[in-house]
Every structure is written in structure tokens, then in C-alpha cells.
């Protein structure tokens, strides 16, 4: 189970292992609350270890002195410490105003080192961990001069100007693995050595304070009541900054009890990153931010290693009543650039996170079929009264959500293409061609449509949300929002479904039909991909890789494919859909499940990698949450993931939205390329129809 929800316990060597002390600088501009934090942090860290507290200010030699007093430090304090040795050093006497008497800091199991350049760049490479406090400038000197008196005053400016010209050159806080956002309210001592326990290099001698967070235990309410989910979402988490709804939203559509006995359309999830456990963690480049109010952690290291250690062992069990395997956990998206850790080449991944996700350590689970509301929240045993609130305000919403918010008329988007009809229809050709010289034998090419509303026309992401709900609902719909952007998908298809007690499944779709208003027409459009050779050779190809990518982690034996080909048909198309199972082989790693089948084959074709390196010339555009995989990853082991696509991501963008979409389909050999084409419009229509837009008339026509 995780330690703490959300906090990687990475098991790496410390400095403890190598008979040093932990080395944990905690920088800031003067008066941010260092001073504070490091005595505080110190006490915290006492319950369990011995800890040294350094500070910077006791060896500066004057008001002048902050480049000397760097160099003093990292010789005299840094270099013995990092050597396992005592350190010997002089206090600088600020009345006489030159060195005073020896002191030293000796070795203990961590050392705090406090003060403004404890992180500066000569000193980072000898050091374990960085945390930087943040704070405004008016609070910085009023603060400063409240601790000092009155005799700092006059020096402020004198000494803030040395801090300006080194942070100039220098930037630790950029290099910084917790971040404090001092200026949001006192530094929290607990978040931050709850932060500190998710570094690998603090990981080890830290394993007091994860085992501390053990022993949680999922709470779970039943509440008999069928709320409407947009008016529930709207009262819950209309207002959130960071929440997750995974939305059956063609439940009243296509009853769960008509479907397949797996019930995809069962349940809808709801949560937000709010409470005593909620966190918000995204992922950039190769670092994951993993932030809770003020506090937050930067881990670096590869996503689905960090995964592994916060996700797959079985935390809590899944309640007695609840049919759902979802026990809190995580929600969100991996994009599609992640599979520069999954054997594709490392491409650039765009202005959004590589993955997004809340940790909920509250939520609303949606029972459709059984008609009842499920209120989940995480405790550790001690008292929680925001908790206790927000059970009386989600009772209260279930039974009586309220009508949803009217919102403004939405701007019409006009979008536009990356690629022109002619130059998708040359990609496809050149796709046909590495078919052709045995390079691959599907290959899965996309393009994106992109708007932006004009400034001052900001377009509200739940309204447009609710709009696609509306017009193309599907099975696994998912709205995400994050502070600054948002994904609204009415993706009908699963990408892996994992199941506590290890049963997998994924169901790749593969052939598509627009839907006609005319009953007759629409039977044979039906019929025609249910006969048609070339969708099902193409959805046979992904079937034969996501086999493959299952059998890795399968007991042997277990993988089965128990539907092939079948049809079924959503508000907007007839997809052709088949269904693969496997049991999940003992003391396999869930994350490395998740790896190894991503990203979904049905959204780069067969055999994955080499296709994917085609693909990055043809498209040379990153694809973002498009083509990625959203859904939960839960406490109890269970996750459920859809492909994403038929999925609008939008933006903020100064004072508009920036809008995308992102459409493609399967090139085979047998491909028609404008007919591709016609696919791809087909695609599209779902999400452009429900904002009232149309797909750009200028390259309707072409060669």
C-alpha cells in the first residue's frame, strides 16, 4: 500500500547508508519563514531521528557578506558534513563585527542547513534534498524586521539587493524538491515532512514517518437516491479548482442491465483534490510535481516508476455493497507522450503536463443499476471536522442536488486543421508505403483541429462538457479539470481494466460508421461494418497486440479473447469492438501493466514501436491527453482506464480558450485514403456538432 496517499516511497540510497547525515537545505529570500520552518521541521523530525540544525545567518561575515558567507559555508559546514565528519567553523560576532568564537555542528542521522544561499549552486551537488520558501515581498520585509527589531531596518534594502544579485545567476529555486508557497499562510511543518518522505533520497531514513501514515481506512455510506449527475457534479465540484468526473454518461441511454455483464456503463465517479488527503500531482519533462495547498514535491524520476511505488499494492479493501472496484485513489490522464518510457522516442510533449492527476482521498460513486449514491471518504483515525462537513454537504447534494447552473451562451469555436486534406491524404500514402516495404502493417495516423474564442470570450469548460454529454454520450465520458486547463471526452472505448483480485480486460475499437438519421440507412451502415474485411483485419491486428502486451503480466493460459468483432452503436457511430481477458500473474507490478500496454494499440497500430517511430515523422506534433489513457487508479489495486479520444481539451489562453481536438484512424494496406479521410470527419462530428461548430468547410474539397 502506498505509505502516505499519493507520496512515493522509493527505496534509494541515502546519505545515511553511506555514513553522512541527511543533508536538507531550506532556502528563501530573507523573512519568507526559513527561520521558522527549519526549528519547527527540526522538532517534528526529533520523534524519530537525531537532527543538527545549521543556520546561515549565525556564519555571514556582516551585512555585505552573503557571497562570503556561501563560501564560508559550503567549505567549512557542507564539505565535513557530506564526509560524515564535524564541522568546524566561527561565528560571526555581529556587534564587533568580525569572527567570533569557534563553534560546531556535528554529525547527527539529518541536518538542517537554514538560510538564504543554503541551496546555492555550489552547495546542491552535497546535498540530499532542497526545500524553497516562497513568499511575497511586503511579507518578507515585514516579517524579517518583526523577528530582528527594529536594527534590521536600515539594512533591509542593503541586504535584499545581495540576494537580487545572486539570484540573478543562481537559481535554487528552480532546482528545489519541495516548494513552500510561504505567502499562502504559515509553512506547514507536517505537510512538508510528508513531502520530504516521497524523495528517494530522503526514502529510506525517513520510514518512520511513512509507517506513521498507515492504517487508513475507507469509509463507505450508502445513500438511496438517483441524482442527476450534471446537477450533482455542478453542486459538488462546480467551483473546484482540480476534480475528476468519470461519467457513464449513456447510462439512462443504454441501461446497464442491457449491456455486458461487466456493466461498463454501471458507475460514475466523482471527486476533487479537497481535504485532508487530497493532492494534485502533474507531470513535466521528467519531473512530477505532487502538490498539496502550499506544500509542493518535485520527484525525478521516470512516471511509471513513480507509479509502481504509489499504486498496485492493495491499500484499503473494497467495501461491503459497493460493486465498483474504485476505493479513492487516483484520477486523471496519461498523455501520450509518455511513451517515451514504454519504447517510443523521446518527442516533445506541448504546453500540458505528460500526465495529470488528483489523489481523492474523498468521493461520489454513482451506482446506475442499483439506483444509489456511495459517499467514500479516507480516514487515519484521528479526528477530521472538514471531513464530517463535506459528508453533511454530499448527503445533502445527492438527495437534492438542485438544478445545474445556467451558463452564458458558449462561443461558437471556428476551428482549423493541421493538415490539409491533400497533405493528410499524402501521410497516408506514405503510410501505405511502409506498409509496402514490411516496416509495419497498420499504422494509426492522427491530426488535431485547434480554435481559439477571442479575448474576453472565454469559454467555460463544464458547460461545453455538459454540451458533448448531451449530444455523444458513452460509456467512458470523463470530464478533467486542473487548475488551467481541461480534457471533456465522450471516449466510448476501455482501454485496461484491472480488477482488484487481478482479472484484466481491455477492448480496443477498431472500424467506424457515421450514424444516419434514416432507420433503413442506418441498418445497413451498420451491416456494411459488420461485413466489411478491412475493419475487421484492422481490428484483428490490435486485438493480436494487445494479446501480446497482456501476456507479459498473464498467468499462462489466461489470455482469452471472448468477444471478436462485435458491433455496437453510440449516438454518433457504429464501432466495431473486441474484448480481451487475462488474469493478472502473482506479484506482477499493476503499474508495469499499465506500461506495457501503453499507449493503447488501437491508437498507434502493429507492431507498436516501430509504428510509433513512423508515426513521429508523419504527425511531428505531440498528440497531449489525445491518444493517452484517463480513468482511476484506485487504493484497492482496481483501475479502469478509456482510450482517449473523441476528446476536446481546452485551454486557458490569456483571456480566451484555446481549444483542441484530436481525430484520426487505422491505415492499412487495403486503406482507400479518401475515405480515411471521410473517417475522420465522421470522427469529429460528435464533439464540433455539440459546441455548434462544423469541421472547417476550406478543406472539404481537395486531392
Known amino acids: 500500500m502506498p505509505d502516505a496517499p499519493g507520496i512515493s ?116 551537488a552535497s546535498l540530499d534534498a532542497v526545500i524553497w520558501v516562497e513568499a511575497d515581498a511586503g511579507i518578507r520585509r515585514r516579517t524579517a524586521i518583526e523577528r530582528d527589531g527594529d536594527a534590521y531596518a536600515p539594512f533591509w534594502q542593503r541586504w535584499a539587493a545581495q540576494e537580487e544579485r545572486w539570484l540573478a545567476g543562481d537559481h535554487p529555486g528552480a532546482a528545489a524538491d519541495v516548494v513552500v508557497q510561504g505567502h499562502r499562510g504559515p509553512p506547514s511543518p507536517q505537510a512538508v ?19 506513521g501514515r498507515r492504517g487508513l481506512a475507507l469509509d463507505c455510506e450508502r ?14 465540484y462546480g467551483e473546484a479548482p482540480a476534480a475528476a468526473w468519470l461519467d457513464s454518461s449513456d447510462a439512462p441511454t443504454n441501461p446497464p442491465t442491457g449491456l455486458l455483464a461487466d456493466g461498463r456503463n454501471r458507475f460514475s465517479i466523482m471527486a ?18 505532487v502538490g498539496a495547498g502550499p506544500v509542493t514535491t518535485r520527484i525525478r524520476e521516470p512516471f511509471f516508476r513513480w507509479l509502481d511505488d504509489v499504486w ?17 485513489g487516483w484520477l ?33 460513486v454513482l451506482d446506475h443499476l442499483e439506483g444509489a449514491a456511495f459517499l467514500l471518504t479516507l480516514s487515519d483515525g484521528r479526528p477530521d471536522p472538514e471531513r464530517d462537513a463535506w459528508l453533511v454537504r454530499a ?80 460509456p467512458f465520458a470523463h470530464f478533467l479539470r486542473f487548475p488551467g486547463f481541461a480534457v471533456a471526452s465522450s471516449s466510448p472505448e476501455r482501454f485496461l481494466r484491472i480488477t482488484a483480485d487481478g482479472r484484466m480486460r481491455a477492448e480496443p475499437i477498431k472500424g467506424t460508421r457515421g450514424r444516419s438519421a434514416d432507420p433503413a440507412a442506418d441498418a445497413a451502415l451498420r451491416e456494411d461494418l459488420r461485413t466489411s474485411a478491412k475493419d475487421r483485419a484492422e481490428n484483428i491486428m490490435i486485438v493480436d497486440l494487445l494479446r501480446n502486451d497482456l501476456s507479459h503480466h498473464a498467468v499462462p493460459g489466461s489470455v482469452t479473447v471472448s468477444r471478436l468483432c462485435a458491433i455496437e452503436t453510440y449516438a454518433t457511430v457504429h464501432q466495431m469492438v473486441s474484448t480481451i481477458d487475462a488474469r493478472l500473474r502473482p506479484g506482477s507490478a499493476r503499474a508495469g501493466v499499465v506500461a506495457s500496454a501503453f499507449p493503447a494499440g488501437s491508437m498507434t497500430g502493429a507492431p507498436k514501436i516501430s509504428t510509433m517511430a513512423i508515426l513521429d515523422g508523419l504527425e511531428r506534433a505531440p498528440r497531449g491527453p489525445y491518444s493517452g489513457a484517463a480513468g482511476y487508479l484506485a487504493l484497492t489495486g482496481a483501475s479502469d482506464l478509456a482510450v482517449v479520444i473523441r476528446t476536446l481539451v481546452l485551454e486557458d489562453d490569456d483571456d480566451g480558450t484555446r481549444l483542441t481536438l484530436g481525430v484520426g484512424g487505422a491505415i492499412t494496406a487495403d486503406s482507400v485514403p479518401e475515405e480515411e479521410w471521410d473517417e475522420v470527419r465522421t470522427k469529429a462530428r460528435g464533439v464540433l456538432t455539440a459546441l455548434g461548430a462544423a469541421f472547417p468547410a476550406d478543406i472539404r474539397v481537395g486531392s
Open 332 to 364: 486523471g490522464y496519461l498523455g501520450y507522450e509518455l511513451k517515451r518510457e514504454t519504447g517510443g522516442s523521446d518527442t516533445p510533449a506541448g504546453r500540458l503536463p505528460e500526465a495529470a492527476l488528483i489523489f481523492a482521498g474523498r468521493a461520489v
Open 312 to 328: 498496485g499494492r492493495r491499500a484499503v479493501r473494497v467495501p461491503d455493497g459497493l460493486a465498483c472496484g474504485f476505493g479513492l
Open 223 to 236: 445513500v438511496e437516491a438517483v441524482p442527476d449527475p450534471a446537477a450533482l457534479f455542478s453542486s459538488l
Open 9 to 124: 516511497s522509493t527505496t534509494a540510497p541515502d546519505a545515511a547508508s553511506r555514513g553522512a547525515p541527511l543533508l536538507i537545505a531550506i532556502d528563501g529570500r530573507s523573512g519568507a519563514g526559513k527561520t521558522t520552518l527549519a526549528v519547527e521541521l527540526a522538532a517534528l523530525l526529533r520523534e524519530h531521528h537525531s537532527v543538527g540544525l545549521f543556520h546561515l545567518e549565525d556564519i555571514y561575515p556582516g551585512w555585505d557578506g552573503l557571497d562570503a558567507g556561501i563560501a564560508r559555508y559550503v567549505e567549512r559546514v557542507l564539505t565535513p558534513l557530506r564526509a560524515g565528519r564535524t564541522a568546524h567553523w566561527n561565528a560571526w560576532d555581529w556587534g564587533r563585527e568580525h569572527d567570533g568564537p569557534a563553534r560546531t555542528t556535528p554529525v547527527t542521522e539529518i541536518v538542517l542547513l537554514e538560510g538564504v544561499g543554503a541551496a546555492a549552486a555550489a552547495a546542491r
Open 395 to 474: 448527503r445533502e447534494a445527492v438527495v437534492a442536488p438542485g438544478p445545474v447552473p445556467p451558463s452564458p451562451p458558449l462561443p461558437v469555436p471556428h476551428f482549423a486543421v493541421r493538415d490539409t486534406r491533400a497533405g493528410y491524404l499524402a501521410k497516408i500514402r506514405r503510410a501505405q508505403a511502409e506498409i509496402a516495404d514490411g516496416n509495419t502493417y497498420e499504422v494509426c495516423l492522427t491530426t488535431s483541429l485547434s480554435a481559439r474564442t477571442g479575448r474576453g470570450d472565454r469559454l467555460d469548460p463544464l458547460a461545453a462538457y455538459l454540451r458533448l454529454r448531451a449530444g455523444s454520450p458513452a
Open 193 to 211: 515532512r510528508l513531502a520530504l518522505t516521497g524523495l528517494p533520497s530522503c526514502a529510506v531514513l525517513l520510514a518512520p514517518e511513512r509507517a
Open 272 to 289: 476533487d483534490a479537497g481535504g485532508a488527503f487530497g493532492q494534485v500531482a502533474l507531470y513535466r519533462g521528467g519531473v512530477l510535481e
